[in-house]
C-alpha cells in the first residue's frame, strides 16, 4: 500500500548541527548523496514540496524555499513556516527532518499505516518517545495546532503537536538520525553493507 495520493511535505533543513561540529547538516555526504536526498526522495510525490530553513545542498526546483522567522528558532517554528507556505493543502501533511537516512522505508511505513479517526501517524521508537519530524497529520489538525500555539518560536515539537491524537506506530531503527559523527558512520557501514537498517547507537 502507498502513501496517500494527496499529501504535503515539509522537509526541514535549517537545524544547527551542532553536534557535527555547526556545518550545514543537510548537505553532509553520506554513501555519496547529500543527508537531505533520501527524507526528498521519500517525499518526491508530495502535492506541495517546502524545505524550511538555509542549506547549499540540492532541492528539487519545484520545492517552496521558506525560513522560520526568526531564523533558527526551532523546529517548531519551521513547521509552522513552512505550513503557512502551502497555498493549497492536500488532507495529509508529512513533517520529516532532513537527517533521517532510512525516511524512505520511514515514510513507507507511515503511508500504509491505517491512520483510523487520529489526527495523524507517527513513528515510535522502542522506548515509546515519538519522532515528530517523522510524521503524517491531517493537515487540517496541524493547522489547528499552528493556530492554538501561537508565536512557535522557541516552542517545542512537543507544544505543537502534543494535543493531537497520534497514532503510534512502532518501527526499528528507520527512525534513526544522524546526530553525531559516530552517527554518520554507523549510518555510512550500514548503507555501504546493503543493510535495510543500521546498527543500534553505541554499537
Same mark, same amino acid.
Given at each position: 500500500?502507498?502513501?496517500?495520493? &494527496?499529501?504535503?511535505?515539509?522537509?526541514?533543513?535549517?537545524?544547527?548541527?551542532?553536534?557535527? =561540529?555547526? *556545518?550545514?547538516?543537510?548537505?553532509?555526504?553520506?554513501?555519496?548523496?547529500?543527508?537531505?536526498?533520501?527524507?526528498? &526522495?521519500?517525499?518526491?510525490?508530495?502535492?506541495?514540496?517546502?524545505?524550511? =530553513?538555509?542549506?547549499?545542498? #540540492?532541492?528539487? #526546483?519545484?520545492?517552496?524555499?521558506?525560513?522560520?522567522?526568526?531564523?533558527?528558532?526551532?523546529?517548531?517554528?519551521?513547521?509552522?513556516?513552512?505550513?503557512?507556505? *502551502?497555498? %493549497? +493543502?492536500? &488532507?495529509?501533511?508529512?513533517? *520529516?527532518?532532513?537527517?533521517?537516512?532510512? @525516511?524512505?522505508?520511514?515514510?513507507? !511505513?507511515?503511508?500504509? @499505516?491505517?491512520?483510523?479517526?487520529?489526527?495523524?501517524?507517527? !513513528?515510535? #521508537?522502542?522506548? =515509546?518517545?515519538?519522532? $515528530?519530524?517523522? =510524521?503524517?497529520?491531517?493537515?487540517?489538525?496541524?493547522?489547528?495546532? @499552528? /493556530?492554538?500555539?501561537?508565536?512557535?518560536?522557541?516552542?517545542?515539537?512537543?507544544?505543537?503537536?502534543?494535543? !493531537? %491524537?497520534?497514532?503510534? !506506530?512502532?518501527?526499528?531503527?528507520? $527512525?534513526?538520525?544522524?546526530?553525531? $559523527?559516530? /552517527?554518520? #558512520?554507523?549510518?555510512?557501514?550500514?548503507?555501504?553493507?546493503?543493510?535495510?537498517?543500521? +546498527?543500534?547507537?553505541?554499537?
Amino acid at each position: 500500500m502507498s502513501a496517500p495520493v &494527496e499529501f504535503d511535505a515539509i522537509v526541514l533543513v535549517g537545524g544547527a548541527g551542532a553536534r557535527l =561540529g555547526g *556545518i550545514d547538516k543537510a548537505a553532509v555526504q553520506l554513501a555519496g548523496r547529500s543527508l537531505v536526498s533520501r527524507p526528498l &526522495e521519500a517525499v518526491r510525490d508530495a502535492q506541495t514540496l517546502v524545505v524550511v =530553513g538555509h542549506t547549499s545542498a #540540492e532541492v528539487p #526546483e519545484r520545492a517552496v524555499r521558506v525560513v522560520e522567522e526568526p531564523a533558527g528558532s526551532g523546529p517548531a517554528a519551521a513547521s509552522v513556516a513552512g505550513l503557512r507556505a *502551502i497555498q %493549497r +493543502p492536500a &488532507e495529509w501533511t508529512y513533517l *520529516i527532518a532532513c537527517d533521517l537516512p532510512g @525516511a524512505v522505508s520511514a515514510i513507507q !511505513l507511515l503511508g500504509a @499505516a491505517d491512520a483510523g479517526d487520529a489526527d495523524g501517524v507517527v !513513528l515510535a #521508537e522502542p522506548d =515509546g518517545r515519538l519522532q $515528530w519530524l517523522l =510524521g503524517r497529520y491531517r493537515s487540517s489538525a496541524l493547522r489547528a495546532a @499552528a /493556530d492554538a500555539l501561537g508565536d512557535p518560536a522557541n516552542r517545542s515539537m512537543r507544544a505543537l503537536l502534543g494535543d !493531537l %491524537r497520534l497514532a503510534e !506506530l512502532p518501527a526499528d531503527d528507520v $527512525w534513526r538520525d544522524v546526530d553525531t $559523527w559516530a /552517527d554518520h #558512520e554507523q549510518w555510512a557501514r550500514a548503507l555501504d553493507d546493503s543493510r535495510a537498517t543500521p +546498527p543500534p547507537k553505541g554499537q
